[in-house]
């Protein structure tokens, strides 16, 4: 399997010489081969972290190899002790003078890197962060650019010990990437090997802050994080694009005078379920793009020397991803039981969409411990308010902070829940009360440290109610821009007001218990989201059609396009090796002496 | 992978010969072998058929053949098109009176068999469901007795068409099933291998309805759910043991003085998450015990022809398959994300119990389907309120529903919410408010049926209520009884308070929805909670502990007894075939070029 990935990873970069693609176009293209390979870390992490973090002129040597594929790369930060705090890591790099190099080690046995994709068998090179040890002093991790396998002949170099860290979670999957083990035994290395942008040694074995701030580190992080989250947008809309086709494919039940039977997605219980994941998948999208927006607002920024918008979009970042992520991979699964039965069949194309999803909520960063980062900045906002402090952002609602501590929902009838102003506030309302709550909760504690970690969780979930403000927001925001196409931007319409209620009826009790709304208005909201699933009904299947992917991408027998489920669904049963013999191979040994009662004078 | 189960199955059986060990003692033999074999369905789901569905006289034939494995069988009930609605299917049994044969055929491709456990390889014989066409009248839907396999060289018999229905999800996992596809051609049997307990034909093709009543179908379903609900709290166990033993060993964080870094276990939002799937575990371990007795309890009425409590312990037993099964999928999949990155690796013992546990939630009825006969059934219990009719079993709460309908919860310190009675009346009032609610909804609508179908999702969240409140309170009777080991008790009640409050925050909502609890009362519960926590957490480990899992049967390198995960998980990269070689295979052919920049010439 893994050779064959090796073969495929080649063969795209083949077409991209060949086609002359450029950056853009070749990662759509990576995109379209839909699986991993060593070569996904090596675009998607090594080269944003040379471009954010390397010198100049380091830059100038190392990206064109890059670029080339040259060197394959990858990214080499968790070791088997420490993932989420990086500043425990183990390895160190210490600076010897004398030779003007840094001595890569690996100290302990939980120093060893485990986990970097692409380490274990393709990469020449990595990404390497260590501790640096300068003159006997420590001055925290940073990352190194470091050689691991001949070009000769692709053997580890001396000193470097490297593999594969074993069989992960499924059965194709994530298994074609070579995540891998890493060991240094006193590896000497260049000292300009080191990424410099930040901090530097110089030859004299001196240890320099560079005028460039350290939040430039930041800027990386919202770029890929970034990509996670559109990432997250697509993976679900290929799940309720598959579920969504197989529902209305599938009938069961109620069959009146000998007529077919009921689709399954005509039950209010599939559309309660599958309607606010497709929602999802739409909202995901928009915020997805929203993001990328930010991005380069931050970007730009940074080049100008402005950091006062970063904080806030760091946390945003951080928290759309554990947001987003976590809802999906949960969407997936969700999906593949909405197809029962079938959904379990490899062949449904969920389950390997699921599990080769899932670690997005792992890798770049734990997606509770991104939520506990959101918490702390916003326990922040809040105790800096009313200190003149300039809101930013997606924390610019809390301005008005006074307004929404004491707001009343103006919600009367169903219908009322409609209009984005009722919507927008309820969610302000709802997230502006858990911050200032909880702040409040914490200040009664001795320490502001303690009180964190004693209300850690209800933290989690202010989190959460933040980010979840923002998805709906944006969604809202969206549509107040123009939207080509008849009728689309009512079906748009629909959706997030779907989205909006469905969360609202989902987080009911913090919505109640925070006063946003009164009971009343809540079981308004849930008469309205029923009105609103009955208006998306009929255009469900439009709805993830629209997502436009081709049979061949989508990968599911139960998704197609054309809704021939059970003609492909039976002949795929032969390709099972198993078949390869009527007669399966051990009956002999096996099941014949069982059968014949002749098991105990057989060796087993 | 396929053979290496033959052969553990071979040899298991055996053993179980050998050792001349009793059904019960065989079924643990099994258990411990814990992999998925077609031997599985044989015990858990062929004999129980024949037992609930045979006539006396054909057990006599039949059941000391399946004793003996002397032939092996498989439950071949669904087909490619029908699963929950079992009086869809399509496969006949016509009667031909001149031959007094039935004729099995499969008309339509989806009408071939699919999914049957144990089919695609391994049985001689299947329990065959099959529509009773008996002088040209549909009689409806049928067991019957079918060999399909030769006894003399394996291979299927004449007009039958059987296979393998190919991959499910995840790696090894069920795998190891050879769940399979099953067509017949015009094939006969003898009209005596009809399953003729409820029903039978005559030599003379007449069809006659015995006197053994329907439900005794009930029973066999009340046994198979009760045993799932049982490996519920087997595989729930399991997964937090792992979780709760690998958040004790990981540190990450907080270290202070250069002490070593915090436990995760911990943080409180570690805890937030694992604690309410520890208490779980246990919780459902009671109320499988619970169900074991109420088996027991319906089998000896059905003996003394007593149908009164049957329909009650039948929805009882559907919900509580149906809550236990989605919420330990879920509880799996929670604990590998609570072990982060090396969740994810096989090793970690999580992904593959995952696996192999979910399709739980489908088989034996899907989860959503079951829900709604519990909802239907209580929409059943409250219509004939005041009617005089007895109310039985989990139900008899409803006896003093005005009661519930009206009643305040008078907690007015955290405290309060130790006390079982305060517990027990606000899920009894939420659950039965919901119930009361949603008929007297359902009531408005044109017809019942109607309202049914448009509410269906709001009956669904009611029916979860309802198996939320049996849990809770067989956990509470469990606690009356007397419990044997010095402060035993005491921790349980913890685990009992902590399963309640939890499950109270989670849906806080309903609860303050229906009134059953003030937002004052929601808030001290939740303070409570947090103190329970406290409680709960010097004993984490030994409460895992005490479920007594060896470290051979929890396979996991993280949930070891010793806590030796980093000296363990290392050497296990070792075992990964692609570590045989050093270079990987398809490196001369894929990577070299691409490195050399020859792709150009090279042919992949
Ligand atoms: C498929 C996959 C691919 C990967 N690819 C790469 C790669 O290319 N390069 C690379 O360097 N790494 C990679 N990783 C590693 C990944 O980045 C780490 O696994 C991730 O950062 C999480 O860290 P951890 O596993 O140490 O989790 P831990 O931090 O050990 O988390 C364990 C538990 O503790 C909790 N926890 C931890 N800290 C706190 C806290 N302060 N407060 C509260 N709770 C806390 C977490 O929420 C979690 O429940 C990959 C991982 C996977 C699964
Ligand atoms: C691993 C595995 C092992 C199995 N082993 C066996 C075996 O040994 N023998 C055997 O005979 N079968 C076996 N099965 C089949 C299994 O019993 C069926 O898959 C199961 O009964 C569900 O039926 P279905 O797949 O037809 O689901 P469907 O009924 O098609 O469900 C599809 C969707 O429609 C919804 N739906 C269906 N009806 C309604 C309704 N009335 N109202 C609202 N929503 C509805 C469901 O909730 C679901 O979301 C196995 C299946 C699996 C996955």
Redesign the interface.
């Known amino acids: 399997m893994?050779?064959n990935t090796?073969?495929k990873?080649?063969?795209t970069?083949?077409r991209i010489?060949?086609l002359r693609l450029s950056e853009q176009e070749a990662s759509m293209l990576r995109f379209y081969v839909d699986e991993l390979a060593f070569t996904d870390l090596h675009w998607g992490m090594f080269i944003p972290a040379i471009k954010g973090q390397g010198m100049e002129q380091r830059q100038q040597k190392w990206l064109p190899l890059a670029y080339?594929?040259?060197?394959?790369r990858c990214y080499a930060q968790?070791e088997?002790?420490?993932?989420?705090?990086v500043q425990?890591l183990e390895t160190t790099a210490t600076f010897d003078p004398k030779s003007d190099e840094f001595i890569m080690n690996s100290p302990t046995?939980?120093s060893?890197k485990?986990?970097p994709g692409g380490l274990?068998?393709?990469s020449?090179h990595g990404v390497v962060y260590a501790r640096r040890l300068v003159d006997g002093k420590d001055h925290g991790v940073n990352g190194f650019i470091v050689q691991l396998q001949s070009?000769d002949?692709?053997?580890?170099l001396p000193g470097i010990t490297v593999?594969?860290?074993?069989?992960?979670?499924?059965?194709g999957a994530?298994?074609t990437m070579?995540n891998g083990?890493l060991r240094f035994d006193h590896v000497r290395i260049p000292r300009d090997q080191m990424l410099m942008r930040v901090s530097q040694v110089t030859r004299e074995g001196k240890y320099v802050q560079s005028d460039v701030p350290r939040q430039l580190f930041y800027g990386t992080m919202v770029y890929v994080r970034q990509t996670i989250v559109a990432n997250a947008s697509c993976a679900s809309s290929r799940a309720v694009c598959i579920a969504t086709r197989y529902s209305a494919v599938r009938r069961?039940?109620g069959?009146q005078d000998d007529g077919p039977?009921t689709q399954v997605i005509d039950?209010?219980?599939?559309?309660?379920?599958l309607f606010p994941l497709v929602v999802t998948a739409y909202a995901y999208r928009f915020v997805g793009e929203w993001l990328k927006w930010l991005y380069t607002d931050v970007t730009q920024r940074l080049q100008a020397n402005d950091f006062s918008t970063l904080p806030e979009a760091h946390a945003c970042t951080a928290g759309l991803k554990s947001l987003t992520t976590s809802t999906t991979a949960d969407a997936i699964?969700e999906c593949?039981?909405l197809c029962?039965?079938h959904?379990?069949?490899?062949?449904s194309g969920l389950?390997e969409l699921f599990v080769v999803y899932?670690?997005a909520?792992?890798?770049e960063g734990?997606?509770?411990v991104l939520l506990?980062q959101v918490a702390r900045f916003l326990m922040k906002t809040v105790s800096q308010l009313g200190s003149g402090k300039q809101l930013v952002g997606t924390t610019a609602c809390m301005g008005r902070v006074e307004h929404l501590l004491q707001c009343c929902s103006d919600v009367q009838q169903a219908e009322d829940w409609l209009k984005p102003t009722a919507i927008l506030e309820a969610f302000e309302a709802r997230a502006a009360r858990m911050s200032v709550a909880y702040a409040r909760n914490i200040s009664k504690m001795p320490s502001q440290e303690e009180g964190f970690?004693?209300?850690?969780?209800?933290v989690?979930e202010t989190a959460v109610a933040h980010c979840q403000l923002i998805v709906v927001s944006k969604f809202i925001e969206k549509l107040k821009q123009g939207i080509p196409g008849k009728g689309v931007k009512e079906q748009l319409q629909i959706l997030c007001n779907i989205y909006a209620l469905f969360l609202l009826?989902k987080?009911?009790?913090?919505?109640?218990?925070t006063?946003a709304i009164t009971?009343k208005q809540?079981?308004l909201a849930?008469d309205q989201l029923?009105v609103l699933y009955a208006q998306a009904c009929p255009n469900a299947i439009a709805l993830v059609d629209a997502f436009n992917y081709t049979d061949h991408y989508l990968g599911s027998v139960l998704g197609r396009y054309d809704g021939n489920v059970?003609?492909n669904?039976?002949p795929?049963?032969?390709?099972?090796p198993?078949?390869d013999t009527?007669?399966?191979?051990?009956?002999h040994?096996?099941?014949?002496?069982?059968?014949k009662?002749q098991?105990?004078t057989?060796r087993?």
Chains 1, 2 share one sequence.
Not at 572 to 576: L, V
Request: proline share 5%.
């Open positions: 893994y050779k090796l073969r990873a080649a063969h970069w083949k010489i060949k080339k594929m040259q060197l394959i968790t088997l002790g420490h993932g989420s705090n425990g046995l939980t060893s485990w986990w274990g068998k393709a020449t070009f002949d692709h053997s580890p593999a594969d860290i074993g069989m992960k979670f499924g059965n994530y298994n070579d083990v069961q039940f069959s039977e039950y209010k219980t599939q559309q309660n379920k699964e593949r039981k029962s039965g959904g379990y069949l490899c062949s389950p899932v670690p909520c792992t890798y734990d997606n509770v506990l970690a004693e209300l850690f969780s209800d989690v009826h987080h009911q009790g913090e919505f109640l218990a006063g009971l809540a079981s849930s029923r059970y003609p669904l039976y795929k049963a032969w390709e099972e198993l078949n009527v007669v399966p191979d051990g009956y040994e096996y099941i014949r002496p069982m059968l009662q098991l105990r057989v087993l």
